[in-house]
């Protein structure tokens, strides 16, 4: 079976710029968790959808928004991007929000 | 809140030799423990989980135990190699009302050489 995929691998962006990155998760699964990677850091909690619905959201800006789609993909979206926006962004699915959480190999972004 | 502390990195061991990176954390409740690899270029591997008090996770000759008492997490292998080089992340997820998400340290890089 296919693990999580995310789309695109990498990406570079201008400050000031808007950013889409899409999220597949595991088939079954309905849950899917945005983290925030720095370089050197621990990911950083940034959404959860379940069922279509956001169920929690980190410590970000309001620059940062997401949504989940009938299929259960999504996407996280941010504006006016910062120079420290830059970071590796995380997908995880899992099949109940409160389940494992099974991670997708990341969308790396550089904003320049 | 909550909040998990690892051992600085880098950590540089030769092949073969004993792995231990020490965890600790600041939860409330009863929260479940994780420890996540990511190798270079990479997303988050599921390595090892602890639910409650006690218990011990294991997986591909890592171990890591559940302690309550000194509120630790620390991963432990007998003998490392070097496909073993990687970052290392613990991990925690709260029992209570937001049990949704993961709560990470900043990780420990380890380097094993031949």
């Known amino acids: 079976d296919a693990g999580v995929t995310q789309s695109p691998t990498h990406l570079i962006k201008t400050r000031g710029q808007q950013v889409t990155l899409r999220c597949s998760p595991i088939s079954g699964h309905k849950s899917v968790s945005w983290y925030q990677q720095v370089l050197g850091q621990g990911p950083q909690f940034i959404f959860q959808y379940y069922e279509k619905e956001e169920r929690g959201r980190g410590n970000f800006p309001d620059r940062f928004s997401a949504r989940q789609f009938p299929n259960y993909s999504s996407e996280l979206n941010v504006n006016a991007l910062l120079l420290g926006d830059s970071a590796l962004y995380l997908c995880?699915?899992?099949?109940?929000?409160?389940?494992?959480?099974?991670f997708g190999p990341g969308t790396r972004l550089t904003v320049t | 809140g909550n909040s998990v502390t690892q051992m600085e990195g880098p950590v540089t061991l030769s092949e073969e030799a004993f792995l231990t990176i020490n965890c600790t954390y600041t939860?409330?409740?009863?929260?479940?423990l994780f420890w996540y690899v990511q190798y270079p270029g990479e997303g988050l591997q599921l390595l090892l989980k602890a639910t409650k008090a006690d218990d011990k996770g294991s997986n591909k000759g890592f171990e890591a135990t559940y302690r309550k008492e000194t509120t630790s997490f620390h991963l432990e292998k007998g003998s490392v190699q070097v496909s073993d080089s990687a970052v290392y992340f613990c991990a925690l997820k709260n029992s209570g009302g937001s049990n949704y998400k993961l709560t990470f340290g900043k990780g420990t890089l380890l380097t094993v050489n031949p």
């Open positions: 995880a699915s899992s099949s109940e929000g409160r389940g494992e959480q099974y």
């Open positions: 939860a409330t409740g009863y929260p479940s």
